[in-house]
């Protein structure tokens, strides 16, 4: 790869940009000053630093968040903030994206990654990779809820959901709950509990597949996903399918 495209990848600035660091003699490859931004190099062999700062390379990159309400699950948008905005420059300078979406109001786990081949897995329909939530629900929640969601009910556009995992947490006029579906419609959550006649009033999502969100990010924290959790991830939604 040549150096001036690798530091651009990097954020280290345009082409041009890169070009007059390289000129003044900022970058080293292996300790030796490169000048010339056609130089090849291996970046997963040599060590280039830019300032004497030793330059991390990535291609691909995996990010667990804590989702934050008020954001946005998407790169850009015209009136809000998005999670993208969240990340640190040498991270969203790999052009990652979220995996799916949740809605703004909702908290909780979020995978942003430039992996395609994965996102596609995990958002595949045919894949039916469970995604499980927690929310507090505005009614009791009951045994006949728990049936329902498990055959499928039927939303306002009169499409019926595929059959769903509900745990009744604690009941009252304000229940908590635990529900895991493999579907990922437009306000899925709320819609299926006002389909039966309650209104959800926090949601935030616990896991996505094997992926667990971490209980010590805090909410709007993110951290890239550990070797094990990538290998999970990798082998159960893509090597199996």
């Known amino acids: 790869m040549r150096i001036d495209k690798l530091l651009s ?20 490859c292996d300790d030796k000053v490169v000048k010339s931004p ?7 062999k040599s060590v280039i630093s830019v300032f004497g700062e030793i330059v991390e390379y990535k291609e691909v990159v995996y990010l ?17 903030l998005t999670v993208v905005d969240l990340l640190e420059p040498e991270d969203a300078v790999l052009n990652p994206f979220p995996v799916g979406r949740l809605d703004k109001d909702t908290e909780g786990l979020l995978l942003i990654t430039n992996d395609g081949k994965l996102a596609h897995q995990l958002l595949s ?7 499980t939530y927690y929310a507090t629900i505005e009614g009791r929640v009951t045994e006949e ?29 304000l229940s908590e709950i635990e529900l895991t ?10 819609r299926m509990f006002e389909s039966v006649g309650k209104r959800v009033t926090y949601l935030k999502r616990l ?8 209980p010590d990010l805090q909410t709007g924290e993110y951290r890239e996903l550990t070797d094990q959790e990538l290998a999970y991830l990798q082998n159960e939604h893509i090597k199996k399918n």
Do not use: C
Not at 11 to 28: I, M, T
Not at 125 to 131: A, C, D, E, L, R
Not at 150 to 169: E, F, M, R, S, W
């Open 125 to 131: 329909p045919k894949k039916h990779v469970g995604k």
């Open 181 to 190: 579906i493999t579907e990922g419609k437009y306000h899925q959550v709320k």
């Open 38 to 44: 056609q130089t090849h190099i291996d970046p997963e």
């Open 207 to 214: 896991s996505m597949g094997s992926l667990m969100l971490d």
């Open 145 to 173: 809820d728990i049936k329902a969601f498990q055959k499928g009910v039927t939303l306002d556009d009169d499409y019926v959901t595929q059959p769903a995992n509900l745990n009744i947490l604690s009941r009252g006029e």
């Open 64 to 80: 667990m968040m804590n989702k934050p309400p008020g954001y946005v699950s998407a790169t850009e948008d015209q009136r809000d």
């Open 9 to 28: 990848n990097m954020g280290y600035g345009s082409r041009k940009e890169v070009k007059d660091l390289l000129k003044k003699g900022n970058v080293r």
